[in-house]
């Protein structure tokens, strides 16, 4: 489904799942998919499975003015607050994700074909790597969209070989991406824009939650902001925007507690099929 005829190169996914899957007090469980596997979370799909859950009854007797939908994800439990007046869900959806942290900073990284950079480690649901597209003799508002993605997808290889991931409670410790900003990462009212290149040099549409939860919390690590201050965060391919702060310390690990809010928009249903005599029945991916 991801994949041509029936997605595209850049297409995400989610596979509801309810029932026993679905335990410990969740109301569904998600399972993230896009071109090239898998995914542990995704922001912006749990601010559109917040508004399904809601408008298709997944939840029993939602409230007014707004509901807490509890969701499941690889990544563990993730409660998104979403609006509703009775009949219908609306926006913004915020969410609280797992306890974010900064997994390392001020990392030196030997990019082939660029040379040293510095790079953040950010977690916030999956791990990213953080720096500015300056470094890489680009610009993350007006460079080309596939220089930006090579350079990313260079800085994701070069730190997948020459810094090894732990996650203190979890095994899902791998490197799903590279998120190029604009630099701007101390505290302003104006939005910070970014692009986040992951899977098969794949470019998220929007300013990535999970990233967006990642990168306040380096941003908090450093001092560059502080509790409850809220930033807003742009995407560089649709212009969307999405707000984060760090709403609370958590554990001994110097994680926070992010809520990211944003904007999620039906675009419709689809019947998809498939015919047994078809060669191409499983898709294709043009690269």
């Known amino acids: 489904l991801m994949h041509e005829p029936r997605g595209h190169a850049g297409m995400y996914g989610a596979v509801v799942v309810r029932g026993g899957a679905a335990a410990d007090g969740a109301h569904l469980a998600a399972l993230f998919l896009h071109c090239a596997g898998y995914?542990?979370?995704?922001?912006?799909?749990?601010?559109?499975?917040?508004?399904?859950?809601?408008d298709y009854g997944l939840v029993p007797a939602p409230t007014r003015p707004e509901t807490a939908v509890r969701l499941r994800c690889p990544c563990g439990p993730v409660t998104a607050f979403v609006p509703w007046d009775g009949h219908r869900s609306g926006n913004p959806v915020r969410f609280?994700?797992?306890?974010?942290?900064?997994?390392?900073t001020d990392l030196a990284i030997d990019v082939p074909g660029h040379g040293?950079?510095?790079?953040?480690?950010?977690?916030?649901?999956?791990?990213?790597?953080?720096?500015?597209?300056?470094?890489l003799g680009l610009d993350v508002c007006s460079s080309k969209t596939r220089d930006l993605v090579s350079a990313a997808s260079a800085v994701t290889e070069a730190v997948k070989k020459q810094f090894k991931l732990h996650h203190p409670e979890s095994d899902l410790a791998f490197l799903y991406g590279t998120i190029l900003t604009d630099?701007?990462?101390?505290?302003s009212e104006e939005p910070t824009t970014n692009i986040c290149v992951f899977a098969d040099e794949q470019v998220d549409r929007s300013p990535t939650g999970s990233g967006v939860t990642a990168r306040i919390a380096l941003q908090y690590h450093k001092g560059l902001i502080q509790l409850d201050q809220t930033r807003t965060f742009r995407s560089s391919t649709t212009g969307s925007l999405f707000t984060g702060k760090a709403e609370a310390k958590f554990g001994n690990y110097n994680a926070v507690i992010v809520e990211v809010s944003g904007e999620a928009f039906y675009t419709g249903t689809a019947t998809f099929t498939v015919e047994e005599e078809d060669p191409l029945r499983h898709g294709f991916f043009f690269k």
């Open 39 to 54: 995914s542990a979370m995704c922001g912006h799909a749990v601010m559109a499975l917040g508004r399904f859950a809601l």
């Open 96 to 104: 609280h994700s797992v306890p974010a942290f900064a997994a390392a």
């Open 116 to 135: 040293k950079v510095v790079v953040d480690i950010g977690y916030g649901g999956t791990f990213y790597a953080f720096l500015s597209a300056e470094q």
């Open 183 to 187: 630099g701007k990462d101390a505290f």
